[in-house]
């Protein structure tokens, strides 16, 4: 049996969807993971702040496993967060435990991740949040194995729930 980890960069998908001016329901988009790409671990890398548990909590209970990195604070109340490298790091300590590997970013520093999986044909796939706007380093070193989350947007779409009026 096929057994496929799933490393998402949370920040840059959550910016690109909103851009496109819509939002990503991440319980329907766990459950495409596993059933599409057989998708045993799905790794979110995400910021952490405290005020933010609920929103963790409700990760977790989507069966996503959560890598945080903490938040600089900048003077000026600017924020900064960066998970590159705890992506990397962890895709490549779980290397031996899955025989597959889907990232889902749209950011060029992960090109050389890609590069290395796509040679050693470790790469299930690359999606991209944004089929017009990603790095032209993902672009040259995932070839064909790249898919869009614009593309899935009718069927990953959050939709709020209305409740029914009575008559």
Excluded: H
């Amino acid at each position: 049996m096929e057994k496929n980890f799933v490393f998402i960069d949370t920040q840059n998908i959550n910016l690109s969807i909103q851009d496109q001016w819509w939002k990503l329901d991440w319980k329907k988009f766990n459950k495409y993971l596993q059933k599409k790409y057989k998708a045993v671990k799905i790794y979110l890398f995400i910021w952490y702040v405290p005020e933010n548990q609920s929103m963790y909590t409700f990760f977790q209970n989507c069966w996503y496993t959560l890598i945080f990195k903490p938040v600089l604070e900048l003077n000026n109340w600017q924020t900064k967060w960066n998970i590159d490298a705890e992506l990397v790091l962890q895709a490549m300590i779980d290397y031996k435990k899955y025989d597959k590997a889907v990232i889902i970013t749209w950011d060029g520093d992960f090109a050389c991740l890609v590069k290395y999986f796509y040679k050693k044909n470790k790469l299930l796939m690359l999606i991209v949040p944004n089929e017009r706007k990603y790095s032209i380093f993902l672009r040259k070193t995932a070839k064909e194995k790249i898919d869009s989350l614009t593309n899935l947007r009718t069927k990953l779409e959050y939709k709020k729930k209305v409740a029914p009026t009575k008559q």
